[in-house]
């Protein structure tokens, strides 16, 4: 469990750095002049940090579910005799 935590921690402050420099990369390309080149970077990066986000919760999520999924018994494959083909 502390090794989830520490995942989701990382990727909640490293999305919020992207986020808050996308953020500030818009802001700056809509106020000031002749920094237009900053609003579709600006605009870009909130979403990538966004997506940074999402994939570090999903991957979190997936690890819980597949720890507390059900295994089920082990089937140990058919042995087949020399030369025989398996179907």
């Not at 390309?29 to 999903?58: E, H, K, M, Q, R």
Request: hydrophobic share 50%.
């Amino acid at each position: 469990m502390r090794g989830r935590e520490k995942i989701l921690n990382a990727v909640k402050y490293v999305g919020l750095t992207v986020l808050s420099i996308g953020i500030l990369a818009f802001i700056a390309g809509l106020f000031v002049n002749g920094y237009s080149i900053l609003i579709p970077v600006g605009i870009g990066t909130s979403v990538g940090a966004v997506f940074i986000f999402l994939i570090g919760v999903f991957l979190v999520v997936t690890d819980e579910m597949l720890e507390k999924s059900f295994i089920g018994t082990k089937v140990d494959p058919i042995k087949s005799k020399k030369g025989a083909p398996i179907q």
